[in-house]
């Protein structure tokens, strides 16, 4: 969620990027169909100027990214008049920002409606007043978003608003003000996600949202899809560590920094020569070409893959059972063993405070288990209460609660991918233009995968069961198990490392998907827009489009294999 800001700090941070990256719709003031298309709008100043204007409009539309609406106690409130006869208001945008009492007053006729469509309210809330004309009473109603509506609607009887499913056919169409407001609002987004990367994720996913069961925006929904997986990539936390020196990183940086460069310029001299021949056709007709070229490879790319990760998932399946056989058996063998010594040991002891500590040790060591699988829930309830009581198995305790996180965690992104990945398939396959992706979510702050975790795991059950091992507190069985252990550990390892290989690979095939999926849409739109078009400037405009897509898709990719080679600096640091 956006952050709220003020009407004058919302211009100020898109006054910079709007004249590069909005693409709008004019309409016509003489019309009684008005709509009022930006990146925010204040609805105070909007009510000021219609009146100011004496503009007579039947239908009002406002699609924005933020709507500002004031507090109506405050002198900068407004009234919008909905008393004539099919009158309709309707309020698109990601974000509603209120102030005050954040009420917006209506004075309704029965055939009247006000619709809202948004992503989130920010503020105190948003409510209206309601006075139908053919009642005295006056209703007052608040609304929220609602998850499993796109938007709500209110008409002039006094009743609650009702939930909308879809947008308005006519916005789904291309080259309305709506499929404009969108293409700008990627623009935009792509042009934050370096200085304000939770505005631009927050725009991306209302994008991804509002446009994903429409033809006319299935070019957008995966291009969208698309970049909000590369922004994922970006607040992924590293899960691998290679160990070289600072150096090595510095001057690997400092080369893709140059290649990074010399790709801009060289990519700008291109698009510029291109746009000023005087065919502005040949322009559209060598984006064609390239989305042609583009198309082929990405073919090859996914077959290619497609091996390496099945190759990869065979390994880890050979692996999980190993483990899981290991962990069932020998170690749960072991595990007895030690139970029965630990019972002969504390039978022959009278002092509570070693018994004590060696009901401890036993408790956390045997949620190794639990830890094995991934269960967080058993392993932390298993290490919980016997930390209190034994204060140098915590770090072991600490750490065996880490593993079960991680474990599960990397299982739980595994799905995730999988799921993203059909999805995408699905829409290949079936050649659609239309259909819904599933939500790619940027993973959590806390969420790490360290390798180091199993080496850590062994040394602290080395110092745990050490003392136990021989001496005089040797507990039969505790160095069988503690060995047990350590061969645990070592299966550990492998299947982690065999799960980042199937991360890998999934991430790698999802991006190649969603690349095959964008090339084929591009191509088909620019070879359609090429062909009725010829060197009109429709195909001319599309094209640059496209053009800036690839660039911003490219950079993107540049800066991820920078953030992978510094990965160790970053970690280290």
Known sequence: MSNARTYAEWQQLYANIEHTFYLSKSTDDKTDQLTIQAMVVDLSQVAQDLQARAVAWQTLTIIADVIIIPDPGTPNSMVFNLSGENRALTLCARSLQTTGSGGVILSFAADATFTVFADEIVGPGLSFDQTPVQKQQQYKYSITVDPDHIGLTIDGYGQSPIGVDALPQAWQEE????????????????????????LALSILQWVHKTTANSAAFSTLNATTA??????????????YVPLLTQRVYQEATGAYMKAAEAFEQAFDQYTTALTLQQNQGAYAKAMLGLYRDKTSGSDQLVAQVEENLADAQKTLANNNERLDSYRTQELNQALKRFEEGKYAFIEKKEDEAIIGIVTAVFTVTASVAA???????????????AVEAATALQKLAE??????????????????????????????????????????????????????????????AKSVLAEYTTGANKIDGANEYLTALEILAVYGKATYAAQLAVVKYQQKMLQLKLDQLTNRQMQQRLDKLVQQDGADSSAFEQAKLFCYRKLVDTKNRVIILINDEIAAHKYWA
């Open 371 to 385: 830890m094995a699988v991934g269960d967080e829930a058993a392993a932390g309830s298993a290490v919980g209460g």
């Open 175 to 198: 080259g309305s003000a709506f499929y404009w407001q969108m293409e700008s609002a990627y623009n935009c987004a792509t042009a934050l996600q370096k200085s304000d990367p939770a």
């Open 226 to 239: 698309q970049l909000l997986l590369q922004l994922a990539q970006f607040n992924a936390k590293i899960t």
């Open 399 to 460: 750490l065996i609660k880490k593993i079960a996180k991680m474990i599960s965690e990397i299982t739980e992104l595994l799905e995730k991918l999988r799921a993203v990945q059909e999805a995408v398939q699905a829409l290949l396959d079936a050649q659609a233009s239309q259909g819904k992706l599933p939500t790619i979510n940027v993973p959590s702050a806390d969420q790490t995968f360290d390798n180091t975790y199993w080496e850590q795991f062994t040394i602290e």
